[in-house]
T-cell receptor, first 115, second 114 residues
Framework: NAGVMQNPRHLVRRRGQEARLRCSPMKGHSHVYWYRQLPEEGLKFMVYLQKENIIDESGMPKERFSAEFPKEGPSILRIQQVVRGDSAAYFC?????????????FGEGSWLTVV | DQQVKQNSPSLSVQEGRISILNCDYTNSMFDYFLWYKKYPAEGPTFLISISSIKDKNEDGRFTVFLNKSAKHLSLHIVPSQPGDSAVYFCAASTNAGNNRKLIWGLGTSLGVNP
């Protein structure tokens, strides 16, 4: 029973390039969350998605960042024209549908370094 | 404005003794609280949770206590083991509108000395 799978684990991009981070939720989970941890800071909520729907994107920067969770395939967090300040650990999490308590399970993270 | 506060950045305890990690919150609408453990370069791992209708939840060596009037919760680990050395995060959420956004504290780094 695989957990939340994220790839790549480590990604290096030059300023101005695009970064794509992928997340496959746990089997049977239809809710996906993305969190970001900047150096020396705590985890910050970015976006909450269900299949084909963005439920809450209040933590997403207004520009350059987008997320999707298509009907088929993994959730994608996309960062266009990356800047050095985007360097961070990006964590994906998932939870089952329905009222099962608000426990969510995390992947191992994707570390983005912008050079 | 930090709605979930972990005021101790670090804690050191002796193996076999009790570890007590504290968390305070300001939003009275929070109705579900969770503790996660995180090792370096890994994702947070769920430990234990508690609903606001309870004041205690126990799972093996881990017990979480909730004091709603004080807006305070604590995680007790007993006996502490060297493998417990990690950063512990407290998180809280409301279920309003089916939004399960978690609000996180900044974490407490626990070191358990053999």
């Amino acid at each position: 029973n695989a957990g939340v799978m994220q790839n790549p684990r480590h990604l290096v991009r030059r300023r101005g390039q695009e970064a794509r981070l992928r997340c496959s939720p746990m089997k049977g989970h239809s809710h996906v969350y993305w969190y970001r941890q900047l150096p020396e800071e705590g985890l910050k909520f970015m976006v909450y998605l269900q299949k084909e729907n963005i439920i809450d994107e209040s933590g997403m920067p207004k520009e350059r960042f987008s997320a999707e969770f298509p009907k088929e395939g993994p959730s994608i967090l996309r960062i266009q024209q990356v800047v050095r300040g985007d360097s961070a650990a990006y964590f994906c999490a998932s939870s089952p549908s329905g009222s099962s308590g608000n426990t969510i399970y995390f992947g191992e993270g994707s570390w983005l370094t912008v050079v | 404005d930090q709605q979930v506060k972990q005021n101790s950045p670090s804690l050191s305890v002796q193996e076999g003794r009790i570890s007590i990690l504290n968390c305070d919150y300001t939003n009275s609408m929070f109705d579900y609280f969770l503790w996660y453990k995180k090792y370096p370069a890994e994702g947070p791992t769920f430990l234990i949770s508690i609903s606001s209708i309870k004041d205690k939840n126990e799972d093996g060596r881990f017990t979480v206590f909730l004091n709603k009037s004080a807006k305070h919760l604590s995680l007790h680990i007993v006996p502490s083991q060297p493998g417990d050395s990690a950063v512990y995060f407290c998180a809280a959420s409301t279920n309003a509108g089916n939004n399960r956004k978690l609000i996180w504290g900044l974490g407490t780094s626990l070191g358990v000395n053999p």
